[in-house]
C-alpha cells in the first residue's frame, strides 16, 4: 500500500470537545503561549483560560505559532488564577496541576473514575505551578521522566497530559 500525504483540505474539521480546560498560568513565551492554543484546537480543550503574565492576541507571532486556531478555541483572560479556579470548582471541575510534587501521582496511575470534568494548570516555563495554585488543585499529576532532567517543555508536557487525559474519559465513557 503507497501512502499518500492528505492536504489541510482533505481534512474532516470536527467539532467534539472533551470535559477538559486548561489554566496557563504565567506562560510568557509567545510561541508557547500559541502552541498551546493549537494544542487545545487539536485534541479538543473545550477552554484554556490564560492567566498571570501572558502574551494574548492579537500578535503576529502568536497567530502564526497557532495557524490562527486563537480565532476558534474557547478562552479568556484573568490576571488572578485563583478566581477562576473558584468559579470552575464552583461547576464542578476536579482541579489538576501538572507538576512534580512530594505528593504527585504518576498520570498512568491516577485514578480518574469519578472526575467528569478537568482544568488542567500548567504552569511558567521556568518556576513551574506557583504554590498557590498547588495549593488551591485537588491533585497533582506528573509524567514519569526516564531521562537524566527531571522536566519537559510546558508545550510537550501539556500534550502528552491532556491525550492521557482524554484516552482515560474515552476508556471511561466505553467501560
Keep these: 500500500m503507497k501512502h499518500q500525504k492528505l492536504t489541510f483540505d482533505d481534512h474532516q474539521k470536527g467539532t467534539s470537545k472533551y470535559p477538559i ?3 496557563a498560568d504565567n506562560i510568557t ?15 479538543g480543550v473545550e477552554h484554556l483560560y490564560l492567566t498571570g503574565d501572558v ?10 505559532v497557532s495557524r490562527f486556531t486563537e480565532r476558534n478555541v474557547p478562552h479568556s483572560t484573568e ?3 485563583l478566581l477562576i479556579i473558584k468559579q470552575l470548582k464552583q461547576k464542578g471541575y476536579t482541579i489538576l496541576s501538572l507538576e512534580l ?3 504527585s501521582k504518576n498520570i498512568r496511575e491516577f485514578d480518574f473514575t ?28 506528573h509524567i514519569p521522566m526516564l ?10 508536557a501539556a500534550s502528552i497530559a491532556v491525550f492521557e487525559i482524554s484516552q482515560n ?3 471511561i465513557k466505553h467501560n
Design 21 to 23: 480546560s486548561i489554566l
Design 29 to 43: 513565551l509567545t510561541k508557547n503561549v500559541g502552541a498551546l492554543f493549537r494544542l487545545c484546537d487539536s485534541l
Design 55 to 64: 502574551c494574548t492576541s492579537p500578535n503576529l507571532k502568536l497567530s502564526k
Design 79 to 81: 490576571i488572578n488564577p
Design 101 to 103: 510534587t512530594s505528593h
Design 114 to 141: 469519578g472526575i467528569n470534568k478537568i482544568c488542567l494548570i500548567l504552569g511558567n516555563e521556568a518556576k513551574g505551578v506557583s504554590d498557590a495554585l498547588l495549593e488551591a488543585s485537588d491533585h497533582c499529576i
Design 147 to 156: 531521562g537524566m532532567n527531571s522536566s519537559m517543555n510546558v508545550i510537550c
Design 169 to 171: 474519559f474515552l476508556q
